[in-house]
């Protein structure tokens, strides 16, 4: 123990001298102090401190900065943190006010948020604004008075907003009404509020939407005019992200004489509506010429807006199901005299090879084909669609791959599967999976929509 405290002493004997130190050596052997005036020498812990400072500036300066850019870093931290916690949204129950507080509802914050993106109600809302609600199962459609809508299907990540198909940042989700819940159409409120964000009378909308995350409350509101009046109500697809390029207007842009692609061609023919003789399509466009694919025999025809929607839909078609060529145009315009040899033909066959009286052929023959003046082809406006290689127009083309994508995306391009196999009652014809008829974008969509035949369109509208 003494050696340890000796040996501590003869090392702090040996240490070297400090500048004061030194100085009041210096001048004791140049006799210009009296040591024993001299204080005696500090060696606290804070002297020695100071003396360190002095010694070794640039080091103690790098710690101090580096202690005080620590604090500010730690103080931004918690700022943020305590900022985080006082802004976070709140997870109480949705209230949802329609016009006012005697007509509101309470949703669960768990119903409301799914995937972390708050979802609402929108058939409510359109009740509450008389926006008309029609379709069923996994598909509903808003409209407004002046003819806009917008289509949701059930597990779909966009909508269709007047034709045209839009992103919804979500997936809409479409259920049937139940003893304890009403029939619902939950779409993201982000999509609820540019939908009814869009202005009819000047800058101001029909609907006004306002949401508070402090308190998770979400009023909505129709606006009025000074007379008291609610202002109209429009849908838009401007404010929306476009889902998929629109391959019409590429068509378009090609041939700008043509005027508009969605214009309406909804002439009936049928069996109660003959076209005559004398009837001629104006503006035949060669689908031939226009890159459509077709059997390698004869020039197929039809009215301009069809011809283009059709190598547009087609065009799709090919690039969807990954093959080229495989679905072929076989018929498309067919004039009076052609039409009238094709029965000719059929019933002919039908009494040659199966002993058919001319009544019975004809009787048999009009079930699948039109006489001459009553087919739809002789309108222009329509085309029968075989896969290629094959001979014979029949109902095993619904099983092709082809089938499937028309069935689904034919509408978007302005044609309909014209004889449904649930509507021959009505049409007077068999079903006919391989025959589309151009109508339009807007009237196909509503045919779509609402499982209609052309019949029954043209008699609600």
Known sequence: MNETKQSKKEKESYAPLSEDELRMLKASQEGEIDRSTLPPHDNSDMAKAKRYVKKNKLSVLFVLLTVIILAAVLFVLGFMLVSSLLNRPSTDDFTVILG????????????????DVF?????????????VVSGKEQRIKLMCEDGTYVRFEHGKNTATVNGTRVHLKGTAKITEATDKKDFECLVP?????????????????????????????VQIGRVLYQSGTPLPISFSADCFDIAEEDSLLSYKATYPELTSICSKKTMLVNKNNPLGEGFTPQGLFSLNELGCPVVEDGDYLLISDAALSLCAMMNDLEKSIGKKDSVVVTSAYRSYSKQKGLFSTYVTELMEYK??????????????????GYSEHQSGLCVDLIEKGKLE??????GCEAFAWLKDNAYRYGFILR??????????????????????????TVIYEDNLCLEEYLAKF
């Not at 006012?100 to 995937?115: C, F, H, L, R």
């Not at 999509?191 to 949401?211: A, C, H, Q, W, Y």
């Not at 196999?421 to 009237?443: C, L, M, N, Q």
């Open 393 to 398: 127009l029949d109902e095993s083309f619904e």
């Open 419 to 444: 004889y449904p196999k649930d509507k021959i009652s009505i049409t007077g014809y068999s079903y006919e999976p391989w025959h589309y008829r151009f109508v339009g974008i807007d009237a196909a």
């Open 355 to 372: 002993g058919y009286t001319r009544e019975q052929a004809e009787a048999e023959v009009s079930k699948t084909a039109a006489r001459a």
């Open 189 to 217: 409120y982000s999509f609820i509020e540019k939908l009814f964000s869009n202005p009819t009378v000047g800058d101001t909308p029909g609907v006004r939407t306002v949401f508070s995350s402090k308190d998770n409350k």
């Open 100 to 115: 006012d507080e005697d007509n509101k509802y309470t949703v669960k914050y768990e119903d409301a948020m799914i995937d």
């Open 119 to 131: 979802y609402l109600d929108i058939i409510k809302i359109a009740k509450y604004a008389d926006i």
